[in-house]
């Protein structure tokens, strides 16, 4: 593999007349808000530093293209793009002065990012992004505007160009034109790169794979996009439709995480850190097309686990309970329910079967037990494989999650000692507590919808003289059992608002007005410490132990 390295200042770079585009197989603009303030905090040091002669952004890597005019840029784009930006940005700040001293700057900073072409005088911007960005960019190069948009990375495109309006509109207005000045000698004068050009010749896969074994942050994704664009020969057009459709669905950001997930449920466990390979191993060319129609169609259902709809579904139960799932923070079972959903759509009886087992076995190993979440992503991997290839019946299915399934006894002890800090987990937890003594009552009909219910903690987070007494006298310190469950009830809202930090005399007025079972116990009480927590929790232990239950 061929490199030639040349140092240089970014300007040299944007004088040479040439475009620069981004490949296919390039991600999206997506640098983050910290990422462009970082940027331009650096930009202002070295504005302000008149003895820094240099600012150093890196390495950017270059290869050729079939159009003698345009460059390929293989690693850089998000920093040169961001340059790009900020270059809009100042014009955008001179141009609002409306003063014609401000011409030649401008014209300064067009000559960057746009070359004209004579003698027509049409413009081509100098840098072209992906098929997903390029427009809405270029609509920035050439308009200095930009529409909102629901795509992820022009949003980041758009927040970051207004923070940058702002930043340099303040900087004006406090400083003047020496403001302005320095950061443009930034620009023009100090940012250098190392840029690196490789024949083209080389291939772009085996160029990614040396550029991440030497620590560029290249992700998953990034490698396996790489790799299905440059394998996919004449069906590129439909393999990269296919993939902006996943990206649509699930989320730049989560992509490394569901192709570990489908790939998981597909094939065979993996590791983060050999996905790549995996795949690059076992989907061939002649297989690559299908490949990403897979992952396409799969990201539908990946996103409606995540964020259940009732158009995709077309059932509560259903929604309710993906919900329940996301209360209780867990991802490994998207592997086993990509697989359920997969096979059993039209079956939603069996997924509700299903989705119900997997709600109580999560609460009960992942949630109260905390046990190993490791030894899960196995399990649901073989669940879904084996659902797949119909090698085991949902029975057989069940039987195997009873055999991880924590028993009562310890399921009980776990509970025990059981704190959360997460207001939606405590709700849901106290909720179903409520929901079956009520049924236990025979009152099924004061059923509390939960949207109309507050947490309430009976010792407040942020207690007052006369609990810190209360907790002195017993030897308790707060954050032993603040969190506890025995030590949050609920109560409808207009109640909860009157509890606030009352000292309990007072509180028990109010959970004695409630109608929600789960506080009868409190009515009776003139105290409550430590023992009446710990009371309630052998009490809320045994009956968690007959709610989830996996049948």
């Not at 207005?173 to 940012?191: C, H, S, W």
């Not at 009515?523 to 809320?540: D, H, T």
């Amino acid at each position: 593999m061929n490199f030639q390295s040349t140092a240089l200042n970014i300007i040299t770079l944007f004088n040479d007349q040439k475009i620069y585009t981004v490949p296919l197989f390039q991600r999206s603009y997506s640098w983050s808000s910290e990422q462009i303030e970082e940027f331009y905090s650096d930009i202002v040091y070295y504005a302000e530093a008149i003895e820094e002669k240099e600012y150093f952004l890196g390495t950017m890597v270059f290869s050729s293209h079939d159009n003698e005019n345009k460059l390929v840029i293989l690693d850089g784009q998000q920093r040169f793009a961001s340059i790009f930006i900020l270059l809009s940005a100042l014009r955008s700040c001179l141009q609002k002065q409306k003063s014609s001293s401000y011409d030649e700057w401008i014209e300064d900073i067009n000559r960057v990012l746009y070359r004209r072409i004579t003698p027509s005088k049409e413009k081509s911007a100098k840098l072209e992004l992906n098929s997903e960005d390029n427009q809405y960019f270029s609509d920035l190069i050439f308009n200095g505007e930009l529409l909102k948009s629901k795509k992820h990375s022009h949003m980041r495109i758009k927040e970051n160009y207004d923070f940058l309006v702002d930043k340099i509109s303040k900087g004006m207005e406090a400083i003047g034109d020496k403001y302005f000045q320095r950061i443009m000698e930034v620009v023009f004068k100090k940012i250098s790169i190392i840029k690196i050009d490789v024949s083209n010749e080389i291939n772009a896969n085996l160029l990614f794979e040396t550029l991440n074994d030497r620590g560029l942050d290249l992700s998953a994704a990034d490698l396996i996009k790489n790799y299905i664009y440059s394998s996919s020969s004449n069906n590129l057009e439909q393999v990269s439709a296919n993939w902006e459709r996943m990206n649509d669905q699930i989320g730049e950001n989560n992509i490394s995480r569901y192709l570990r997930h489908y790939w998981i449920s597909n094939y065979d466990f993996v590791k983060k850190e050999h996905l790549y390979k995996n795949i690059k191993s076992k989907i061939s060319k002649n297989r690559i097309k299908s490949f990403s129609e897979s992952i396409c169609d799969e990201a539908v259902i990946y996103s409606n686990l995540n964020y259940p709809s009732l158009e995709f579904w077309e059932d509560h139960e259903i929604i309710r309970l993906l919900d329940d799932l996301k209360t209780l923070r867990v991802e490994q079972v998207n592997i086993f329910l990509l697989a359920v959903t997969k096979k059993l759509f039209d079956k939603k009886d069996k997924i509700k079967r299903l989705l119900k087992v997997i709600v109580n076995f999560t609460f009960r190993y992942n949630t109260i037990s905390g046990l190993d979440p490791k030894v899960l992503e196995k399990l649901y991997g073989n669940l879904a494989t084996d659902l797949r290839s119909e090698k085991k019946s949902i029975n057989d299915i069940i039987t195997e999650i009873k055999k991880q399934n924590p028993n009562s006894d310890l399921f009980k002890a776990s509970f025990m000692t059981f704190q959360s800090k997460n207001s939606r987990l405590s709700k849901y937890i106290l909720f179903n507590i409520n929901q079956l003594m009520l049924h236990q009552a025979k009152k099924g009909d004061l059923s509390a919808n939960k949207d109309e219910i507050n947490l309430e903690h009976i010792i407040p987070k942020n207690p007052n003289q006369d609990w810190l007494k209360i907790l002195k006298q017993n030897k308790t310190d707060l954050q032993d059992i603040i969190y506890k469950i025995g030590n949050q009830t609920i109560l409808l809202r207009e109640f909860n608002k009157k509890a606030a930090n009352y000292e309990f005399n007072k509180k028990v007025d109010i959970y004695k007005s409630s109608n929600l079972p789960i506080n009868n116990d409190l009515k009776s009480l003139q105290l409550f410490g430590p023992k009446e927590i710990e009371n309630r929790q052998k009490i809320f232990s045994d009956i968690a132990d007959k709610i989830w239950v996996i049948d």
